[in-house]
């Protein structure tokens, strides 16, 4: 093992050869367990126990020849998670930088590390409250409350006084701004349903710019795009551009053929309200066409 693999408390590492060559990661991963079923193996999957190349990917990612992949070994589950770095800090307030493949808060019944179990070590002599979460595979911004007053004073924000900008790339190419008003239904645990009627309520739509058209793939060209939203329902980004036929690159849930791509590519980079404002630009790669092969 290389100095980095031995960092990461890397239990086993392959390469993938040419029989496993442009599968899903979850098949895949029988180079390391080949006796196991495809239950264990997507679940250290969405545990963070599985890395290609070092990143964590999600389950359908498609591998490609020569990549590493490293199971992680079962303690780095009770490990201390990655240092989080605080990107700014009031008397109030704190904004925190998530990276992708870490939990926002505790899941029911799992023991991954998580941000919100960071809180404590991070503002001892404070009393820190998580008031946003983003989803497992999205990085960006998390906001904290300092004190039990700033927990109140945010919650009764009007919802259009808060304002997050994301920057995610989607499958397609988009030319023009669109404003995403439909209704959405999170009853569905697991899952977003965006319903056919319109929302009245301007705070649960979502704004998005073309910022940049990308080289394409095998899925076609590419946007890099600006999202804003308000109140943010779960998936709100994720389902709205699904259905707007511009589905997030990477997204497993919502995206058709989006195993290609080895993260999902959205990322809260900014977030203000009065008397606050925080940023933190993306710093991942913009995806670069895998070669034919």
């Known amino acids: 093992m290389d100095q980095q693999q031995n960092a990461l408390n890397v239990a086993q590492s392959a390469e993938v050869n040419k029989a496993m060559q442009g599968q899903r990661l979850d098949k895949a991963l029988e180079l390391l367990l080949p006796d196991s079923g495809l239950r264990l193996r997507r679940r250290l999957i969405?545990?963070?126990?599985?890395?290609v190349e070092g990143r964590p990917a999600v389950a359908s990612f498609k591998v490609r020849l020569g990549q590493r992949?490293?199971?992680?070994?079962?303690?780095?589950?009770?490990?201390?998670a990655p240092k989080i770095p605080v990107v700014k800090r009031t008397m109030s307030f704190a904004a925190l930088l998530?990276?992708?493949?870490?939990?926002?808060?505790?899941?029911?019944?799992?023991?991954?590390?998580?941000?919100?179990?960071?809180?404590?070590?991070?503002?001892?002599?404070?009393?820190?409250?998580?008031?946003?979460?983003?989803d497992f595979l999205t990085s960006g911004l998390l906001l904290v409350a300092l004190k039990p007053t700033a927990v109140k004073d945010y919650m009764a924000l009007d919802a259009l006084k808060v304002v997050k900008e994301y920057v995610a790339i989607v499958v397609g190419e988009l030319t023009e701004p669109l404003e995403l008003r439909r209704a959405l239904d999170a009853d569905d645990r697991k899952r977003t349903r965006v319903l056919a009627r319109l929302d009245a309520e301007r705070r649960n739509w979502t704004y998005v710019w073309p910022e940049a058209v990308l080289p394409g793939g095998p899925l076609g060209p590419l946007t890099r795009v600006r999202v804003h939203i308000y109140t943010g329902a779960r998936?709100?980004?994720?389902?709205?551009?699904?259905?707007a036929m511009l589905p997030i690159l990477g997204d497993p849930l919502y995206g058709?053929?989006?195993?290609?791509?080895a993260r999902l590519y959205l990322h809260h980079r900014h977030i203000a309200f009065p008397r606050?404002?925080?940023?933190?630009?993306?710093?991942?790669?913009?995806?670069v066409a895998p070669a034919e092969g």
């Open 46 to 51: 969405e545990s963070g126990r599985v890395l």
């Open 235 to 243: 998936h709100q980004i994720r389902a709205h551009l699904a259905a």
């Open 69 to 80: 992949l490293d199971l992680l070994a079962e303690d780095v589950l009770t490990a201390p």
């Open 98 to 134: 998530k990276p992708a493949g870490l939990h926002s808060a505790a899941i029911s019944g799992r023991s991954e590390p998580n941000v919100e179990a960071l809180l404590p070590g991070l503002f001892p002599e404070a009393q820190p409250v998580l008031l946003n979460r983003l």
């Open 276 to 287: 606050f404002e925080a940023s933190a630009p993306a710093n991942w790669p913009e995806p």
């Open 256 to 261: 058709e053929e989006n195993g290609s791509a």
